[in-house]
T-cell receptor, first 112, second 114 residues
Framework: DSGVTQTPKHLITATGQRVTLRCSPR?????VYWYQQSLDQGLQFLIQ???????AKGNILERFSAQQFPDLHSELNLSSLELGDSALYFC???????????FGSGTRLTVV | GESVGLHLPTLSVQEGDNSIINCAYS??????FIWYKQESGKGPQFIID?????DKRQGQRVTVLLNKTVKHLSLQIAATQPGDSAVYFC?????????????FGTGTRLLVSP
């Protein structure tokens, strides 16, 4: 157990739908990062939050959004889902002074 | 744009051999590099890291080498075991408006045969 918790582990939904992925960071970590990993691909950075505020954006589609709540958990919202959105979505957390990232086990999203 | 790339998508070795996984990076301003191991169905797991003021760092059965002149990073795994079979990613950390940003390479799949 890495200390980063992601739910649900698996999600199957239809095109056009909206889903919410949840991440609880490791205790004490203020930063949360979201990554997307398509089949046999690398991890693409989506977005970063620090203590509730958005800090950096990567290749995140306008149909996607995220937020970090006062208790530091984060949610990634994916809307108007397309088949190409099927992927593993990983959350990672880090402390400000800690250069390492700790990853969760991911949510596997399948859009049918 | 920034990129971290890998030379070989798949590396097949025999158990007991030494494995070398290579990585090229393009952001000369990056000062921290990490190797991650990802097993099927799991999240990336930290293996070893190195800062730009170092050329070499050793861990348990793993060594990371950094050549800043040619912007090249390598991961050496000694006495490779079947449990080492996984996808290995190099990643670089660059600062973005004061906050770190982790950029991953595509990944190399290591296959270890018994």
């Amino acid at each position: 157990d890495s200390g980063v918790t992601q739910t649900p582990k698996h999600l199957i939904t239809a095109t056009g739908q909206r889903v919410t992925l949840r991440c609880s960071p490791r205790s004490g970590d203020l930063s949360v990062y979201w990554y997307q990993q398509s089949l046999d691909q690398g991890l693409q950075f989506l977005i970063q939050y620090y203590n509730g505020e958005e800090r950096a954006k990567g290749n995140i589609l306008e149909r996607f959004s995220a937020q970090q709540f006062p208790d530091l958990h984060s949610e990634l919202n994916l809307s108007s889902l397309e088949l190409g959105d099927s992927a593993l979505y990983f959350c990672a957390s880090s402390a400000l002074s800690d250069q390492g990232y700790t990853f969760g086990s991911g949510t596997r999203l399948t859009v049918v | 744009g920034e990129s971290v790339g890998l030379h070989l998508p798949t590396l097949s070795v025999q158990e007991g051999d030494n494995s070398i996984i290579n990585c090229a990076y393009s952001n000369s301003a990056s000062d921290y590099f990490i190797w991650y191991k990802q097993e099927s169905g799991k999240g990336p797991q930290f293996i070893i890291d190195i800062r730009s003021n170092m050329d070499k760092r050793q861990g348990q059965r793993v060594t990371v080498l950094l050549n800043k002149t040619v912007k090249h990073l390598s991961l050496q795994i000694a006495a490779t075991q079947p449990g080492d079979s996984a996808v290995y990613f190099c990643a670089e950390i660059s600062m973005n408006t004061g906050f770190q940003k982790l950029v991953f390479g595509t990944g190399t799949r290591l296959l270890v045969s018994p």
